[in-house]
T-cell receptor, first 113, second 113 residues
């Protein structure tokens, strides 16, 4: 089982609709969770972080965390063509050797005008 | 402010040659990370440093890979000898600590023929 799993997509969404992305993780002791966006040929950039169960909203983005079920999700409301990118879920695990941020394989999102 | 600076942006080399990738982290950041990204394996952590000290190198593929951080403003990732399977985009990232947002460089795209 991979440490962080995501559906690779592509997730095709009409402009203006809601895009829903999911991520599951295996380390039950993980405490910090992040969503990065990566445009084709570019480097990842942080768009959301979440640390406690529940929802966290930032503009058109909402992150949801359920530690009991070990999943994190990202909702993108009013999707725009500029949201077309790969979204990477990242989970921070605390190991004896030090903190380690593990990325999922990413979900590619295509927003069609 | 300057972001994370990586060089070279592109490197094409032949199998067996030595490759050195360079990274300058954001000034003031005390954690530095080297990641490798491929289509098949996604974004993998190779090694990370905290205050110039290697903390976790469990992701380094094999002895052909080595990384150094001689001071707070410079790090290198060396592959010797290089092999075609090392072809990937290598990202350097830095952060205030290992538990918060990572800022990625633009990456070094390595092609080993």
């Amino acid at each position: 089982q991979k440490e962080v799993e995501q559906n690779s997509g592509p997730l095709s969404v009409p402009e203006g609709a809601i895009a829903s992305l999911n991520c599951t993780y295996s380390d039950r002791g993980s405490q910090s969770f992040f969503w990065y966006r990566q445009y084709s040929g570019k480097s990842p950039e942080l768009i959301m972080s979440i640390y406690s169960n529940g929802d966290k909203e930032d503009g058109r983005f909402t992150a949801q965390l359920n530690k009991a079920s070990q999943y994190v999700s990202l909702l993108i409301r009013d999707s725009q063509p500029s949201d077309s990118a790969t979204y990477l879920c990242a989970v921070l695990g605390f190991k004896a050797a030090g903190n380690k941020l593990t990325f999922g394989g990413g979900t590619r999102v295509l927003v069609k005008p | 402010d300057a972001g994370v600076i990586q060089s070279p942006r592109h490197e094409v080399t032949e199998m067996g040659q030595e490759v050195t990738l360079r990274c300058k982290p954001i000034s003031g950041h005390n954690s530095l990370f080297w990641y490798r990204q491929t289509m098949m394996r996604g974004l993998e952590l190779l090694i990370y440093f905290n205050n110039n000290v290697p903390i976790d190198d469990s992701g380094m593929p094999e002895d052909r890979f080595s990384a150094k951080m001689p001071n707070a403003s410079f790090s290198t990732l060396k592959i010797q000898p290089s092999e075609p399977r090392d072809s990937a985009v290598y990202f350097c990232a830095s952060s205030w600590t290992s538990a918060v947002e990572l800022f990625f460089g633009e990456g070094s795209r390595l092609t080993v023929l």
